[in-house]
T-cell receptor
């Protein structure tokens, strides 16, 4: 089955700086890679996703890149703000013709220092 | 607000008991996925239902079962509960018309505590 590794587990950055979270996946059949933000006491919130036929996708301050050959994908947050503080999860899926659920990384606790 | 609703928000029960968690997907979504989130295991996929039929199983224990009803709401049944079943249980819904991977939107979760 799919295995997703996520690094770092904790990331502390100054407000206004950029943050980068990296993930690797094992199953070459995976073709969909979403990122979720989870705040305390809430469910994961989809913030951006990328499919295997695209190398990069951007949405305002958030961008995701995918390297299919190396099986790496990364989340980039620029001009970080206090409300960006949360736990971020990467995920992968694509097996079973899309029926399989998401395989998640262990999460990154992002701390924005004022 | 994702549009996915889950009840109850909190559930406290004793070992050996059985509970039912309920999920209503977003309007128009035919797929419901169930996930378990715990400190040691992280977020794990349990089971996927599409339009009333089971589509895929993940790390779901034999003591756990699910179903999706004609109105598309889903229930996750957990029986013979053990202390280790204490966790957050999320459902997510997705359009998934006939295959392929689509965005999954998560509900607020049910926190289960087994004492």
């Amino acid at each position: 089955g799919e295995n997703v590794e996520q690094h770092p587990s904790t990331l502390s950055v100054q407000e206004g700086d950029s943050a980068v979270i990296k993930c690797t996946y094992s199953d070459s059949a995976s073709n969909y890679f979403p990122w979720y933000k989870q705040e305390l006491g809430k469910g994961p919130q989809l913030i951006i996703d990328i499919r295997s036929n695209v190398g990069e996708k951007k949405d305002q301050r958030i961008a995701v890149t995918l390297n299919k050959t190396a099986k790496h994908f990364s989340l980039h947050i620029t001009e970080t703000q206090p409300e960006d503080s949360a736990v971020y999860f990467c995920a992968a899926t694509g097996g079973g013709g899309g029926a399989d659920g998401l395989t998640f990384g262990k999460g990154t606790h992002l701390i924005i220092q004022p | 607000d994702s549009g996915v609703t889950q009840t109850p928000k909190h559930l406290i029960t004793a070992t050996g008991q059985r509970v039912t968690l309920r999920c209503s997907p977003r309007s128009g979504d035919l797929s419901v996925y169930w996930y378990q989130q715990s400190l040691d295991q992280g977020l794990q996929f349990l089971i996927h239902y599409y339009n009333g039929e089971e589509r895929a199983k993940g790390n779901i224990l034999e003591r756990f079962s699910a179903q999706q009803f004609p109105d598309l709401h889903s229930e996750l049944n957990l029986s013979s509960l053990e202390l280790g079943d204490s966790a957050l249980y999320f459902c997510a819904s997705s359009v998934v018309p006939s295959g392929g991977s689509y965005e999954q939107y998560f509900g607020p979760g049910t926190r289960l505590t087994v004492t």
